[in-house]
C-alpha cells in the first residue's frame, strides 16, 4: 500500500508558493507519491487569463522533474465538463485500490470545503492535509470547523508564502516563480502580449 498525496489546482501559473508546498509533501516519510494534478476546468475558480491545458501541464511536468516522489497525473483531463474533486478521489480510489489518499489543501481551500460539490460525501472518501499561508490568521478556525464537521486533517507546520497568481499574471517575477518555469513562461510569451 502507498500513501498518495494529490495536490491539485489550476497552476496558472505554477509558482514557489506550489514549489514550497511539494517540497514539504516530499520530505515526509510518511508519504510515498504525490501526484501533481492540474485542473481541467475548475468549477470554484473565475480568473482573468487560463493559461492553455498544454502549457500547465508542461509547468507541472517542470515541477515534477525536481521532487522524486512526485508525478502529473492527467486524470481530471479524462472527464468532459467541470473538474469536481469528487469524481476525482473516486476515480482514483477504484484505479488504486489499495492505497491510501490524502487531499492537500491551501488555508483558502480549507476555510470553504463545506461549499465544494459533494462536499459531506468528500470527507468520507479521503482524508485532507491542509497547508497554512502567511499572514492568515483564520486557519486554525477553519480546521476546526472542518473537523467538527467529519474531515480528518492533518496539518502541516510549514507556512506557504502568499503569492496572488492573479498579480503574477500581470507581472511575472523571477523572485516569486521557479527559474525553469519563468523561462518556460517568457520563451513561450504565455502572460505577456
Not at 64 to 70: G, H, L, Q
Not at 74 to 81: K, N, Y
Not at 141 to 147: D, Q, S, T
Request: aromatic share 12%; proline share 3%.
Amino acid at each position: 500500500m502507498s500513501v498518495i498525496a494529490l495536490f491539485g489546482g489550476t497552476f496558472n501559473p505554477f509558482h514557489i508558493g506550489h514549489y514550497e508546498i511539494l517540497r514539504s509533501l516530499c520530505e515526509k516519510e510518511w508519504i510515498d507519491k504525490v501526484f501533481i494534478m492540474p485542473d481541467n476546468l475548475p468549477p470554484h475558480k473565475k480568473c482573468d487569463f487560463l493559461a492553455s491545458d498544454e502549457d500547465r501541464i508542461n509547468m507541472c511536468k517542470l515541477a515534477s522533474e525536481d521532487f522524486r516522489k512526485s508525478q502529473v497525473c492527467l486524470i481530471e483531463f479524462e472527464r468532459e465538463g467541470k473538474s469536481y474533486s469528487i469524481d476525482t478521489v473516486v476515480s482514483l480510489k477504484k484505479r488504486y485500490p489499495d492505497d491510501e489518499f490524502y487531499f492537500v489543501c491551501g488555508a483558502d481551500m480549507i476555510s470553504t470545503l463545506d461549499k465544494w460539490n459533494s462536499w459531506n460525501r468528500l470527507i468520507n472518501e479521503v482524508n485532507f492535509i491542509a497547508f497554512s499561508r502567511e499572514g492568515y490568521d483564520k486557519f486554525e478556525f477553519h480546521v476546526e470547523r472542518m473537523r467538527n464537521l467529519g474531515a480528518k486533517i492533518t496539518v502541516m507546520t510549514e507556512k506557504i508564502t502568499e503569492i496572488s497568481s492573479s498579480e503574477l499574471r500581470k507581472n511575472l517575477s523571477e523572485d516569486m516563480i521557479p527559474k525553469k518555469i519563468y523561462q518556460y513562461l517568457v520563451s513561450r510569451k504565455i502572460y505577456n502580449e
